[in-house]
């Protein structure tokens, strides 16, 4: 007899993503040629994981005692800060409205506006394309998920069908909470431009008679094909006071230290009393949740954020491997278009979707072929980040196939 609750009976025991890749490492170690396009780390053509080498001299040079002791529970001060200070560079207004906790990788951050942002069964609305986990995370905190239509029928980000969606939702439940993974969407390596942010603001101040937040999921901020990955947020501006904005700030793509799990919440709010109620209430959350995040990892991560010459190594570095990312972008393009591919506008990040009819029937015929790639319903998630340039072109005749 089995002592879970009756709801936690039927988890499944694996994640998807999580699994095709350990298939495909499997028959990779048993000689085959693989083509593993489904993790979401950042690999060199030679199959070894791209790490920034300036993160890891930060991390051996922290002190073990700090390494030992417990950081306080919202994350140290400088931390905090730092990371405020890197969102906003040239955005006083959302400098001064920020208040920040640390949180175990972007996961956390996501997790904490799941549980301070909406009640118990309410919906988290997302567009039609969004990261897996996403659904794990509220349906394990006792929230539902929903979803508007991702694109029009030119391509570009459906904004009537955000207005329709949110409205709904709203009618519905009475408050509202909207994730969007820009730029660098997971899955789909979509990135919107201004005219769509602006479009998204619009229709949000609409709907900011009653209690609207928009997180802005910022993993992939970094390896965007903007020169200047924080432009968007002069579209935010009009946001403040109305809604609430939060982003979450995530450590691991940027400084490809993905176990280290060092992320962040930050929430914008310009009222003080809102701002330190905000802050309390994500500090209580921490402690009964992970009670405290890895102290050698806020350490490591606030120099390299603070200190200008590491800052400046670790920044070089990150270039040379987005362009290792942006060349297999190129690559991958210039094989699609004369195929046929369908999928959305493609400049940079580590996933591209493909659009597909029947994904799951296609993934399985691709694996026969000894190409690994993550289906979901009407698409194919394909992991350039962890795609070797020369596989590029196997990686579409198998998609193409």
């Known amino acids: 007899m089995s002592h879970l609750i009756p709801s936690r009976l039927t988890r499944p025991d694996k994640d998807v993503i999580f699994a095709l890749n350990a298939e495909a490492n499997r028959r990779r170690q048993a000689g085959e040629a693989v083509v593993n396009a489904t993790i979401g780390s950042l690999m060199n053509d030679d199959g070894s994981l791209a790490i920034l080498s300036t993160v890891t001299q930060a991390l051996r040079e922290v002190p073990p005692a700090q390494w030992a002791a417990y950081a306080p529970i919202p994350g140290t001060p400088a931390f905090n800060q730092a990371v405020i200070d890197d969102c906003f560079v040239g955005f006083d207004a959302l400098r001064a409205s920020a208040t920040a906790v640390a949180t175990p990788g972007g996961t956390g951050a996501l997790r904490h506006a799941l549980m301070n942002y909406l009640g118990a069964g309410q919906k988290l609305l ?3 394309f969004y990261w897996g986990p996403y659904l794990t ?6 929230r539902q998920l929903d979803t508007f239509n ?3 029928a030119a391509g570009k980000l459906d904004a009537a069908a955000l207005d329709a969606k949110l409205g709904a939702v709203l009618d519905e439940q009475g408050r509202a909470l909207l994730f969007l993974n820009d730029p660098c969407n997971n899955p789909t390596g979509y990135s919107m431009t201004r005219d769509e942010w602006r479009q998204v603001v619009a229709v949000l101040l609409k709907h900011a008679g009653r209690p609207v937040t928009l997180l802005v999921d910022m993993a992939y901020w970094l390896y965007g094909a903007s020169a200047d ?5 002069t579209e935010l501006l009009p946001l403040l006071g109305k809604t609430g904005l939060l982003f979450a700030w995530s450590g691991s793509k940027s400084y490809t230290h993905y176990g280290l799990r060092v992320g962040a919440l ?3 709010e310009p009222e003080a009393s809102v701002r330190a109620a905000t802050q309390a209430s994500l500090a209580y959350a921490c402690r009964g949740t992970w009670s405290n995040c890895v102290h050698g990892g806020l350490a490591a991560v606030t120099r390299l954020l603070t200190e200008p010459s590491l800052k400046a190594a670790c920044d070089a570095e990150r270039e040379t491997y987005k362009r290792l990312l942006t060349a297999r972008v190129s690559a991958f393009n210039t094989a699609a278009a004369p195929l046929g591919l369908r999928y959305p506008r493609y400049e940079g990040g580590f996933f591209v979707t493909v659009f597909h009819d029947d994904a799951f029937a296609q ?3 691709m694996k026969a072929k000894g190409v690994y790639v993550v289906p979901q319903k009407g698409a194919l998630r394909v992991a350039l980040c962890s795609t070797a340039a020369a596989d590029v072109p196997r990686l579409v005749d198998a998609l193409a196939s």
């Open 363 to 365: 993934a399985e015929k």
């Open 266 to 268: 930050v929430a914008c």
């Open 126 to 128: 997302v567009p039609s």
């Open 229 to 233: 990955p924080r432009a968007f947020m």
């Open 150 to 152: 991702m694109f029009d």
């Open 137 to 142: 995370l509220a349906d394990e905190h006792e």
